[in-house]
């Protein structure tokens, strides 16, 4: 229909399948997303904000710069990138009007970052990332966040848990006195070492998809200028599912699938568990830290694990 609009945004297309075999319209997604701005807006306030995108006919896109077409009022956050050595206009999605013209926009995926645009430097929560083998139930994920659960436990710490929307799960830990993304990068690595070393016939550190064996990978590379899919983010997958949060005592049961565009907004009903089941900010625990720091950070072990398969073939050859 024509000349609709919501919260001053016109909206266009609302009848168009959202991407192919999505089984769901661009009006399921501006309407979903409307119904739970008032959960979701918090958990991406005043964070740079990256999203996937869906246009007809072409492929899918992660955006990080703002288009020129881009409204005055939608907040802005720019960020220099150390990589592409460029300013990086991020959109800031801090109301409901602001998320509305992101749905009419296609952006399906929410991937904010792990810290404020007013502080950087540091992250407000350590995050795990469990990732089951490819066609293995989501059961095995839950079991890896149980063991990443049971290590945070014997620190003192505690997390919430969420579906990641697509097969894996997500624990967040939220973060007390501003540690330093080194310092947080370093815990993690240790708290997935202890992880592994609780269950090895179920989770694994290893980075390269070829050495893990089966088992439930245990990343911890959410560090630093990476970033995160939100809670009650929809996902780019048949049906539209989207991140949920779960209770622990829950996780095991959880069907990831049963949580869509269609379904959430009516599961959540007046609530918001992400911020109900979220633990107070709190310390990293020292030692943590301290083993965390003499880990290898696993992207450098695998990019010389490259360079040194590189050199066998050419050697070879």
Known sequence: MAGEERDGVP???????LFDGAGATKRDLVDYLDAVHERMVPA??????????????????????????????????????????????????????????FANQRAVEYHPGLA?????????????????????????????ALLVREVLTACGMAGAAKTSGAKGAHVFVPLADG????????????????????????????????????KVFLDSTRAGGATVVSAYSPRLRPGVPVSFPVPWGSLEAAVPTDYTVHTAAAALGSGDPWAELMPPPQRLDPGLVEEGHTI???????????KRRAREKRAES
């Open 11 to 17: 909206l266009t297309n609302l009848d168009q399948e």
């Open 116 to 144: 404020l645009h007013t502080d950087w430097a540091h992250p407000t929560h350590l995050i795990m990332d469990l990732d089951p083998p490819e066609g293995e139930p989501f059961r095995l994920a839950a079991q890896a």
């Open 44 to 101: 991406l306030r005043d964070r740079p904000l990256s999203v996937i995108r869906v246009r007809p006919g072409q492929p899918p896109f992660m955006q990080k710069n703002l288009p020129k077409y881009t409204p005055d009022w939608v907040a802005r956050a720019d960020v220099w990138a150390d990589r592409s050595r460029r300013m990086v206009s991020y959109g800031l999605c801090n109301d409901r009007r602001t998320l509305v013209w």
């Open 179 to 214: 540690p330093a993304h080194d310092d947080v990068a370093a815990a993690t690595r240790a708290i997935a070492a202890r992880a592994e070393r609780l269950d090895p016939a179920l989770a694994t550190t290893a980075f390269i998809v070829e050495q893990r064996e089966g």
């Open 296 to 306: 290898p950070i696993a992207r450098v072990v695998a990019m010389h694990e490259g």
